[in-house]
């Protein structure tokens, strides 16, 4: 079965620092993709990056890249240069191609970030 | 930008009384969600649509219907909505169901029940 497993609740950051999401996964199929949401307190899941599992690269979009271990079934999220409206719930989710109509998310980070 | 929309944005009902959620998307994906969301919990998939084809949850209670009536648009009935139902509802779309097809989330509709 699918699950996506985040470990921290709620995590803290200062202003301008790095920051590192955690995410494990666990899927019996060799195709599958992992994504990022932030949620701000608005309520509205923006789509920040994609990782396939067939990827070599760590995926990247700006101040955002996914440090994406597959041996270990890991696929982290890394924010570089916090800056305070980051602050918000991130979920970590996945979809695997033999149940594509399933996208599982996982129960959440809440980043504060401190100015 | 084509983008997902969802009206309204806050819905006030009561007790027992049908209220409607609307949905539509200028991406033109085949696939269209919607999502239930508690407070600080992960949203739960009710169901999904296909094209035409409509998916529903085992877990989705029969109080919650869906309709398509086009590619653009897609609407959440709730018969009677109870106190339990309060919450955010999402909808998301994506170009199809396979594992690279990433869902994009309009900025949902919160309910609340009296």
């Known amino acids: 079965a699918q699950k996506i497993t985040q470990t921290q609740p709620g995590m803290f950051v200062q202003e301008k620092e790095a920051v590192t999401l955690d995410c494990t996964y666990d899927?019996?199929?060799?195709?599958?993709?992992l994504f990022w949401y932030k949620q701000p307190s608005s309520g509205e899941m923006i789509f920040l990056i994609y990782?396939?599992?067939?990827?070599?690269q760590n995926a990247t979009e700006g101040r955002y890249s996914l440090n994406f271990q597959k041996a270990r079934k890991s696929a982290n999220l890394v924010i570089s240069a916090s800056q305070l409206g980051d602050s918000a719930m991130y979920f970590c989710?996945?979809?695997?191609?033999?149940?594509?109509?399933?996208?599982?998310f996982g129960p959440g980070t809440r980043l504060s970030v401190l100015p | 930008d084509a983008m997902v929309i969802q009206n309204p944005r806050y819905q006030v009902t009561q007790f027992g009384k049908p209220v409607t959620l609307s949905c539509s998307q200028t991406?033109?994906?085949?696939?269209m969600y919607w999502y239930q969301q508690k407070s600080s919990q992960a949203p739960k998939l009710l169901f999904h649509?296909?094209?035409?084809?409509?998916?529903n949850e085992a877990d989705t209670p029969d109080n919650f219907q869906s309709r398509r009536p086009n590619t653009s648009f897609c609407f959440l009935d709730i018969r009677s909505p109870g106190l339990g139902d309060a919450a955010m509802y999402l909808c998301?779309?994506?170009?199809?169901?396979?594992?690279?097809?990433?869902?994009?989330f309009g900025p949902g509709t919160r309910l609340t029940v009296l």
């Open positions: 989710a996945m979809r695997d191609a033999n149940y594509g109509q399933n996208f599982v």
């Open positions: 991406l033109n994906h085949n696939v």
């Open positions: 649509y296909y094209d035409k084809d409509f998916n």
């Open positions: 998301a779309t994506s170009r199809g169901l396979e594992y690279t097809d990433t869902q994009y």
């Open positions: 899927t019996s199929d060799q195709s599958y993709g």
């Open positions: 990782q396939g599992s067939y990827d070599e």
